[in-house]
């Protein structure tokens, strides 16, 4: 069994209570109702907490600027809110009661919705996949509830048993699922609720006290708490479990998108954070809190926690504070040694690939070819399917939502065109111009393209209208990359790179430099971390959602030709004319084209 220790901190070093700053803005402090709920968005700046219990009725508060102020949104109503959950970008919400119903928000928590469809009950969790459309609930003394359609529906799946549920995870597709309950067992799915597996072997054959689940955003990694025992967490998909920390009155468990960083509470205890998949743990503070809730950013570096008829607590870490080697980024980028698989696969072969996407998972992915089809794998890129439907053109870029069913493509001398059925189907968007490069946000909504000799264009509305950025210049866009928001933006050009940090509405230059000639860029999904590469030159990277950018000449002079950070900006890839380059150590999987224009299969580089 793994232990924890105490480091001393004291929680006002770590943790800044969220008080009332302006007549709008609402005190979160001194909560008479019981227990805080709390979620937040993939970068930390959207969060919504309720004020409510099963026994007291309270209201719905919203942030928009990372749990400095927050505003009380009275079109909720007061209400008994025990749940809540948010998707990657916190524009659409949803909410629980006890002894009531779901409620949905679209629209960053202003207005609210009663699902009328869904069941009345003590709904005791909810979790979202990252676009908000795909829901999964949990009722007391009931059964595990999914929802497809952003809350309207809702589908009772009665082959897991009526008990004390208290808790639901869902990866970032809303295909993997976890669920748990008090005085029992943890339940596991792979199909989005279709069926569910119990999780009953040693260390967890005998029945516990959950309160909590969570999960990474590609299923992978758990973890669950139990009040008055451990933690458990599980690095192959649910299948194993590990016994870890100490047995304590946990209450509240949460993992960020990798599932290398945790955080839990303790009722009448300490937070305590891991940064090694749970298999240690540190006490964060050595104030005892009655904490009950606790929720971080994807990055795992903005953690919320709440104490039960007390405050909302918000770790204060600046941004501009934190550096490349405090997210362990190794500097040794060099080419790979390990062997790299060529996709021979079924349906693909070699090809004059131009780019290629995939969904937060590796699942589902697209490929294009300049002269040729769209492709479409949904296993991992084993077998591949030519989407005819696109029609043969000169694909140049392609773009995918966190679930991979809503894709975005370029044509060189051609339109956009996008699909909402995972590339079965396409419909022509925007204006004919030379494309370059198109980016997405995990659900699909916000995209950004670069054109040749042209300015940057946004669409806030899945692609179907585009709006034409002047104040980003026009000139060769060779690449653009954007946060799992949409608001985060930076794009390079030949010599070049602009930023964006009102989803594209304004665009400033960083660097205009007449000696160097951009050719890559990436971003990890918080938009802090920003790789961009030379065609012919060193790599330039940012920790300040590309406000600024140093130079790193310790990984030489390459051709380079594409970059890819991991969803942490931990891990990166990198593909130059010759050779593939690494920096870090991950597990995520990574799909790229070569020179010789096939596809090719990094999985195994961080076996």
């Known amino acids: 069994m793994s232990g924890y220790s105490s480091n001393g901190t004291n929680l006002s070093s770590i943790f800044t209570t969220k008080s009332n700053t302006s007549t709008n803005d609402y005190s979160v402090c001194n909560s008479d109702q019981g227990k805080w709920s709390v979620s937040s968005d993939s970068t930390g700046q959207y969060l919504v907490a309720s004020d409510g219990s099963s026994t007291s009725s309270g209201y719905i508060y919203t942030s928009d600027n990372y749990g400095s102020t927050w505003t009380k949104q009275t079109n909720s109503g007061a209400r008994k809110w025990i749940s809540l959950t948010s998707n990657s970008t916190g524009e659409y919400l949803a909410a629980g009661l006890y002894n009531g119903k779901v409620y949905t928000s ?4 202003v207005n609210w919705t009663q699902r ?6 003590n709904w005791s969790g909810l979790a979202s996949d990252s676009t908000g459309a795909k829901l999964v609930g949990c009722v007391q003394n009931a059964f595990i509830y999914t929802s497809t359609d952003y809350g309207e529906n809702w589908t009772s799946h009665t082959s897991v048993p009526t008990a004390y ?9 809303g295909q993997r699922l976890a669920a748990c309950y008090y005085s029992g067992f943890i339940y596991i799915s792979s199909n989005s609720g279709s069926s569910w597996s119990i999780r009953n072997s040693s260390p967890l054959n005998t029945s516990k006290n959950f309160y909590s689940i969570t999960m990474s955003s590609n299923g992978e990694y758990l973890a669950a708490c139990v009040n008055g025992g451990y933690i458990y967490i599980s690095s192959d998909y649910g299948s194993s479990w590990t016994q870890t920390a100490s047995s304590l009155s946990w209450e509240s468990i949460k993992m960020n998108s990798a599932g290398d960083k945790l955080a839990a509470c303790v009722y009448g205890g300490y937070i305590y954070t891991s940064v090694n998949y749970g298999d240690t743990w540190t006490a964060r503070t050595t104030d005892n809190a009655n904490w009950v809730r606790i929720t971080s950013d994807s990055s795992g570096s903005r953690i919320v926690a709440s104490v039960f008829d007390g405050s909302i607590y918000v770790n204060s870490m600046p941004e501009t504070n934190i550096s490349i080697s405090s997210v362990d980024l190794s500097l040794t980028y060099k080419p790979v040694t390990t062997t790299i ?6 349906g693909v072969g070699s090809q004059t690939w131009r780019s290629v996407a995939s969904d937060s998972t590796g699942q589902y992915l697209a490929a294009v070819i300049s002269g040729g089809y769209i492709y479409t794998s949904s296993d991992y890129g084993v077998n591949w399917t030519s989407q005819t439907a696109s029609g043969s053109r000169s694909w140049i870029s392609i773009a995918s939502d966190s679930t991979g069913e809503y894709l975005a493509a370029a044509v060189s001398g051609g339109y956009i065109y996008t699909s909402t059925d995972s590339g079965s189907s396409w419909t022509q968007r925007a204006s004919s111009l030379n494309w370059k490069c198109i980016a997405s946000d995990s659900t699909g909504k916000y995209l950004a393209a670069g054109a040749s000799f042209d300015y940057i264009y946004t669409s806030s509305d899945n692609g179907q209208n585009w709006t034409e950025r002047t104040s980003s210049s026009a000139a060769v866009w060779n690449g653009i990359t954007s946060d799992s928001t949409g608001k985060y933006l930076v794009s390079c050009a030949n010599n070049l790179i602009y930023r964006s940090t009102d989803y594209g509405v304004n665009w400033s230059q960083v660097i205009y430099s007449a000696s160097l000639s951009f050719s890559c860029i990436t971003s990890d999904n918080t938009g802090q971390y920003v790789t961009v590469c030379v065609s012919t030159g060193y790599v330039y990277m940012s920790s300040d959602y590309g406000a600024n950018f140093v130079e ?12 890819k950070y991991d969803s942490t900006g931990r891990y990166l890839v990198g593909t130059s004319t010759a050779d593939i380059y690494t920096s870090g150590a991950s597990k995520t999987n990574y799909k790229y084209t070569n020179s010789n224009g096939s596809l090719i299969d990094l999985s195994k580089l961080y076996s």
Not at 106 to 109: F, H, I, K, Q, T
Not at 341 to 346: D, K, V
Request: hydrophobic letters at 20%.
């Open 341 to 346: 698989t060529q996709m021979n696969s079924t």
């Open 165 to 173: 549920w208290t808790s639901v995870a869902s990866d970032s597709t």
């Open 106 to 109: 679209s629209d960053y928590g």
């Open 552 to 563: 790193h000449p310790e990984f030489g002079q390459q051709q380079w030709t594409s970059v």
């Open 116 to 121: 009328t469809n869904s069941l009345t009950g």
